[in-house]
T-cell receptor, first 112, second 118 residues
Framework: GNSVTQMEGPVTLSEEAFLTINCTYT??????LFWYVQYPGEGLQLLLK?????DKGSNKGFEATYRKETTSFHLEKGSVQVSDSAVYFC???????????FGQGTELSVKP | GAVVSQHPSWVICKSGTSVKIECRSL??????MFWYRQFPKQSLMLMAT?????????EQGVEKDKFLINHASLTLSTLTVTSAHPEDSSFYIC??????????????FGDGTRLSIL
């Protein structure tokens, strides 16, 4: 079945450091891929998405490229801020009723 | 646009009571809404898909009689946790999709409801 695997957290970085959160997926067909962010005590917010191979999603300095050959959708940011501290979820839409399948989440902590 | 409101944000109640959680799409009509459960420091687990005007579709292992879902209008879905017990304590999150769009369109999430059963 379809699945999403993320690198384990927590990830702790200093402000202005480079961020990579790895995400790989297993799916039949051509899923759409998403990154969501969850701040403490809140629901999820869409961060970015990509709908086909080689698409690059970007938002707020974050970006991720849909790599079909490596079945990956790694999240990157060149310079993180303290306000980026949150849990990040990689997800795919299985094109069957719009269900989202989530990775386990990666907690990011950015220190001043 | 595409705002989803969830209410209440936090509820504490005694064991054995039933609790209703509301999920509203504020600026769009949602024919499909989703209910998730999240344990501390874990991912979201899809509980059920709520379809307006029809029965909800539950994921394997989710008790239909325990978690009652009603989607009576295009802007409101409710989740009722019946005869709640401490093991039902969790963070419940709903989401909705803007209808008549492809599966590549994102879901929009509510802010979640923290349920604590004493």
């Amino acid at each position: 079945g379809n699945s999403v695997t993320q690198m384990e957290g927590p990830v702790t970085l200093s402000e202005e450091a480079f961020l990579t959160i790895n995400c790989t997926y297993t799916a039949t067909g051509y899923p759409s891929l998403f990154w969501y962010v969850q701040y403490p005590g809140e629901g999820l917010q869409l961060l970015l998405k990509a709908t086909k191979a080689d698409d690059k999603g970007s938002n707020k300095g974050f970006e991720a490229t849909y790599r079909k050959e490596t079945t990956s959708f790694h999240l990157e940011k060149g310079s993180v801020q303290v306000s980026d501290s949150a849990v990040y979820f990689c997800a795919l839409s299985d094109n069957q009723g719009g269900k989202l399948i989530f990775g386990q989440g990666t907690e990011l902590s950015v220190k001043p | 646009g595409a705002v989803v409101s969830q209410h209440p944000s936090w509820v504490i109640c005694k064991s054995g009571t039933s609790v209703k959680i509301e999920c509203r799409s504020l600026d769009f009509q949602a024919t499909t809404m989703f209910w998730y459960r999240q344990f501390p420091k874990q991912s979201l687990m899809l509980m059920a898909t709520s379809n307006e005007g029809s029965k909800a579709t539950y994921e394997q292992g989710v008790e239909k009689d325990k978690f009652l879902i009603n989607h009576a209008s295009l802007t409101l879905s409710t989740l009722t946790v019946t005869s709640a017990h401490p093991e039902d304590s969790s963070f419940y999150i709903c989401s909705a999709r803007v209808p008549v769009t492809g599966w590549d369109q994102p879901q929009h999430f509510g802010d979640g409801t923290r349920l604590s059963i004493l």
